[in-house]
């Protein structure tokens, strides 16, 4: 009988990790899809079973989710914010972090490690003195601009990114040959369009892990929503009040149409954009 060697057994110890998480996972997406097709009488009662298939494909509870309980509104504001968010951090950390990668100046040093502090400081600590100082902004400048305003809390959302895309990008940026900005400069491009031309294309890979990561960031971020905002509510919010309200008049169909609602479009991402990400990397693990 021959022996298991080391190797055998940290393979099947890897996949049976990594069966597990994905069964973990898949299992409680599953069972709040199979859930917000129900009607609330398949809930209810003894003799139920929480596990049962739904008897008939109730999509009413997704109309009351998103008119009557203004998920579709919430959806919007989320969508908003998150697209104006993802762009400007796009906007502001592509040429930080290829600078940052591919230039020697005067203070880098102390740009990079300013960068590096700021991958350490938490967001939801200081969400109280940032609305206190857009607060004192309204009243300074006597408007009503800088609370319950979409592009502020993007804004937000992408400076607070912008240390760990830095980072990130500025890693990758490293890692791309020489040569190609080389070429470039032979041919006349500026720095700007060799950056924009070819440096940015070669970065792909990272830049959807980028846009990826920081999407289900902001999608489902909640804490400084809630203090900044008040009319434009986001998603996070909105399924909040959704889950309050529907618990006290257990209408749990609705409610996990909303969590549904909630979860579809980082499902969605995840799936266009895994395939590229995997093909990318392998590419980079190539060049490599």
């Known amino acids: 009988m021959k022996r298991i060697g080391a190797k055998t057994l940290y393979q099947i110890f890897v996949y049976a990790a990594l069966i597990s998480l994905a069964v973990s996972i898949i299992i409680p997406v599953g069972w709040v899809f199979m859930a917000s097709f129900k009607k609330n009488s398949e809930f209810l009662g003894g003799d139920i079973s929480p596990w049962a298939l739904p008897k008939s494909f109730n999509f009413d509870n997704f109309i009351i989710a998103f008119n009557d309980a203004g998920m579709g509104e919430f959806f919007a504001n989320s969508v908003i ?41 938490n967001i939801n600590y200081i969400v109280v003195p940032i609305f206190l100082m857009l607060s004192d902004a309204n009243k300074a400048l006597k408007v009503k601009f800088f609370l319950d305003n979409r592009f502020v809390l993007a804004l937000i959302y992408a400076t607070s990114a912008l240390p760990f895309t830095i ?79 529907e618990k ?12 549904v609602i909630v979860m579809l479009p980082t499902l969605i991402l995840y799936i266009l954009v895994q395939r590229r990400l995997t093909e990318g990397m392998t590419l980079g693990g190539l060049k490599g």
């Open 81 to 121: 914010v998150t697209a104006i968010g993802i762009v400007l951090l796009l906007v502001l950390a592509l040429p930080a972090a290829y600078v940052l990668a591919r230039f020697f100046f005067k203070g880098k040093k102390i740009l990079e490690i300013g960068f590096m502090a700021g991958l350490f400081v």
């Open 167 to 245: 980072y990130l990008l500025s890693s990758y940026f490293k890692t791309l040959p020489k040569g190609f900005e080389e070429a470039a400069y032979i041919d006349g491009c500026s720095h700007f369009k060799t950056m924009l031309k070819i440096m940015i294309p070669m970065a792909k890979p990272s830049i959807i892990t980028v846009i990826l990561f920081n999407f289900l960031s902001f999608w489902n971020e909640y804490i400084i929503a809630y203090t900044l905002m008040d009319k434009h509510e986001t998603l996070a919010m909105g399924l909040k009040n959704l889950m309050a309200v």
């Open 248 to 259: 006290t008049a257990t209408n749990y169909g609705i409610m996990y149409a909303g969590l």
